[in-house]
């Protein structure tokens, strides 16, 4: 954007369809920031604890609460099972709202020990269509929790809508009116193939889009995306300036 700052309109891609437009978006991302490495954890159970515990919190809290379940020797579902709710919220504190995640943690475990004997492996053996609607039905467990550990931790394609997303979707015309989380899912999905790689990337950018540009003030002068389509931001003081110049 850094051509309409400094008072020169941008060029903007020309798209044929939404399908295209996702497409693109998607590559520009990738091609700029490369692959995020997502998601941090040795196994798939870390995986689906830290899912839990980042919610309404940043990864380094989440980083240390999980290390000090695994110094404490209890990041297994059999001892996650036994551990007294008390001492599990202890442990996690760093994570915040330490009571609620160990509610929500105990109620995962429960639902892994009773219906997958504890294991992992057994969990992502089961189909997709199964598995969304039993994580969404254990309290706590809501859709951006449950499609990262879909996602992350059993390997199943589907794509994981946060507010960055809807952030820089709704900025660029993608999505329009009041969020709604199957919406924007479904219509990515619609775009792109079900390709694990791809959905555990896309995802993992965005994020990081999110948080390097397109903040509550965005920075679109250092972002990929400027020049891709014209971001709706007339509220901010960049989206002011941008406005007068697209008139
Ligand atoms: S920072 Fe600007 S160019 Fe980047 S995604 Fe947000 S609105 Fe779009």
């Not at 991302?29 to 940043?58: D, K």
């Not at 036994?82 to 001492?87: D, G, N, R």
């Not at 995640?101 to 475990?109: Q, S, T, V």
């Not at 997303?165 to 990515?188: D, K």
Request: aromatic share 8%; charged share 20%; with cysteine.
């Amino acid at each position: 954007m850094a051509a309409a700052l400094s008072g020169r309109r941008p060029a903007y891609r020309k798209f044929r369809n939404m399908q295209e437009k996702i497409v693109d978006l998607y590559h520009l991302l990738w091609q700029h920031f490369g692959p995020q490495g997502w998601w941090p954890g040795e196994t798939p159970l870390e995986v689906a604890v830290g899912a839990i515990l980042t919610q309404n919190t940043n990864w380094q809290n989440v980083a240390l609460a999980i290390d000090r379940l695994k110094k404490a020797g209890v990041l297994s579902a059999a001892a996650l099972m036994a551990l007294p709710a008390a001492e599990l919220a202890a442990l996690i504190r760093p994570a915040g709202y330490y009571n609620i995640k160990a509610g929500r943690l105990k109620n995962f475990i429960t639902y892994l020990m009773e219906k997958y004997q504890g294991s992992m492996a057994k969990l992502a053996a089961a189909p997709l269509a199964r598995l969304r609607p039993e994580l969404l039905a254990i309290k706590g467990i809501g859709p951006e929790t449950a499609d990262s550990i879909l996602l992350y931790a059993l390997d199943k394609p589907i794509f994981v809508v946060d507010a960055y997303t809807h952030r820089i979707f709704s900025r660029h015309g993608l999505t329009a009116g009041p969020y709604s989380y199957e919406g924007l899912q479904a219509l990515c999905q619609a775009a792109l193939p079900p390709d694990l790689a791809l959905w555990q990337e896309f995802h993992a950018l965005l994020v990081r889009t999110g948080k390097d540009c397109c903040r509550p003030r965005p920075r679109c002068e250092s972002c990929p995306l400027a020049g891709f389509s014209p971001p709706l931001i007339s509220s901010s003081a960049v989206g002011k300036k941008l406005a007068a110049q697209l008139i």
